[in-house]
């Protein structure tokens, strides 16, 4: 159990891209998360800090920010877990436009969802019966397996393709991709297979497995991706592409 | 926009990833090396037997190991990257995947050393 005079060394990113880290000495608590650091700083010392948080339980995905070096969720990573020290870096997202001090723009996240038709297209109407589809099927426990994706941006900002290439769609909108190409509801696998095939698609993919070391829900979205890939590659070899 | 942190890329799969693309880089710039050398047989068989002379210095068969490793593990880490793209990817047996591609690699620069000496 910290000492309650135990302080906390914390340097937070305060401006937009061209900021910098601003020191504040935080003091100690028991079963303390980095979210809890930030919150301390912005009720007691600096009410203009700007961060995003919602639920505060791992649920909502948006208090995600870079925590000594690494993408995290804030809410749920204690500070004795990754602050040995008593020191603690926190930035905002990487790959992402700064707001303002830890707020990043998480609009081409999301794009990038939409251009990997990451929306389900219905081949049945509401007058149909329900889809039986078999909880126990290959394609559905592949579905299952990559479907828990809450949109935290953890995986985008941990992967180096994104830096490279800024078109790169990214592991979670191809994640999700998967989830749609493995539903057999869906009635637009052949398009999407299309839309996220190529150099800013799934064949970008370097297998750093980052995103899939750093996935708070522990999803793999390397695993998504080579499916992917291997669905890219039996389709042309069938001419469908 | 902040770029990736150096401490997040510290992962057994992102050495992979070096080594792989910095073997595929050396050895882009040794295979036309490579094709120059057989090319002087081309110039007379003294040409060919004076290259082969200078390549005996203990450098070089140094280097030459180093070569077959860099051979080596680009290959056995294409087959790995083969075999998660086309078997499927296992978070259990990564880390196996990798000792294998690895070893396999030395394994071979150390027969090739061996066979030297």
Known sequence: ?241 | MIRTDWRNRGHSAYWAFLIHRISGLLLAFFLPLHFLALGQALSGESALDAFLAWTERPLLKLSEIVLVFLLAAHLTGGLRLLSIEFVGWHRESQKALLAVAGGVAAFCALLYALNLA
């Open chain 1, 1 to 241: 159990m910290p000492r309650p005079e135990q302080l906390l060394h914390t340097r937070v990113w305060r401006g937009g891209t061209d900021g910098q880290f601003q020191s504040y000495d935080v003091p100690r608590q028991e079963s303390q998360t980095v979210l809890d650091v930030v919150t301390w700083i912005q009720r007691r010392v600096d009410p203009s800090l700007a961060y995003r948080f919602a639920c505060r339980v791992g649920m909502c995905g948006s208090c995600a920010m870079t925590v000594n070096g690494l993408p995290r969720w804030t809410c749920r990573t204690h500070v004795a877990r990754v602050a040995p020290d008593d020191r603690l870096e926190i930035a905002p997202l990487a790959n992402l436009p700064i707001v303002r001090d830890l707020v990043v723009d998480m609009r081409e996240f999301f794009d990038k969802w939409r251009e990997a038709k990451g929306q389900f297209v219905p081949t049945a109407t509401r007058h149909d019966p329900i889809a039986r589809v078999c909880p126990d099927s290959p394609a559905r426990r592949a579905a299952d397996a990559a479907i828990q994706c809450i949109g935290c941006a953890v995986c985008y900002a941990s992967c180096d393709v994104v830096a490279w290439n800024p078109k790169y769609l990214g592991p979670a909108a191809l994640n999700r991709a998967w989830t749609l190409v493995r539903d057999e509801r869906d009635g637009e696998r052949r398009q999407r297979l299309s839309a996220v095939v190529g150099d800013a698609g799934c064949h970008a993919c370097h297998t750093h497995t980052l995103c899939t070391e750093r996935c708070p829900m522990h999803l793999s979205p390397t695993t998504s991706i080579a499916g992917l890939k291997r669905a890219a590659a039996i389709a042309a070899l069938r001419g469908e592409l």
